[in-house]
């Protein structure tokens, strides 16, 4: 079992930063990739970022590439997401998720085996 929790969003303006962490709690943390979704109003929840297990691999949505940079430090069981150059497109409810799948499947995924309970990030023009 896992549980998380999101901290760290905010309203920021356009061209700024903010990291979003997310802590897990459950024996099993370093067993499962670990990433973000994000869902703005009206539309469907779509794949960020990811890192794996151990030797499991970095991934990312083409949208934030280059601007975003996941990381994770399994002592802390802690995840985090620190966004850059952020646009207003970038507002959303993000979610921390855990699952065992590959990170390269990540984009398709529709469904994982743990959620936060989410953050909201807003970008102001």
């Known amino acids: 079992q896992v549980q998380l929790v999101e901290s760290g969003g905010g309203l920021v303006q356009a061209g700024g930063s903010l990291r979003l962490s997310c802590a897990a709690s459950?024996?099993?943390?370093?067993?499962?990739?670990m990433g973000w979704f994000r869902q703005a109003p009206g539309k469907e929840r779509e794949f960020v970022a990811a890192?794996?297990?151990?030797?499991?691999?970095?991934y990312y949505a083409d949208s934030v590439k280059g601007r975003f940079t996941i990381s994770r430090n399994n002592a802390k069981n802690t995840v985090y997401l620190q966004m850059t150059n952020l646009k207003p497109e970038d507002t959303a409810v993000y979610y921390c998720?855990?699952?065992?799948?590959?990170?390269?499947?990540?984009?398709?995924?529709?469904?994982?085996?743990?959620w936060g309970q989410g953050t909201q990030v807003t970008v102001s023009s």
């Open positions: 890192f794996g297990w151990v030797g499991g691999g970095i």
């Open positions: 459950g024996r099993t943390f370093t067993s499962y990739a």
């Open positions: 998720a855990a699952d065992r799948a590959v990170v390269a499947a990540w984009s398709t995924l529709k469904h994982v085996d743990y």
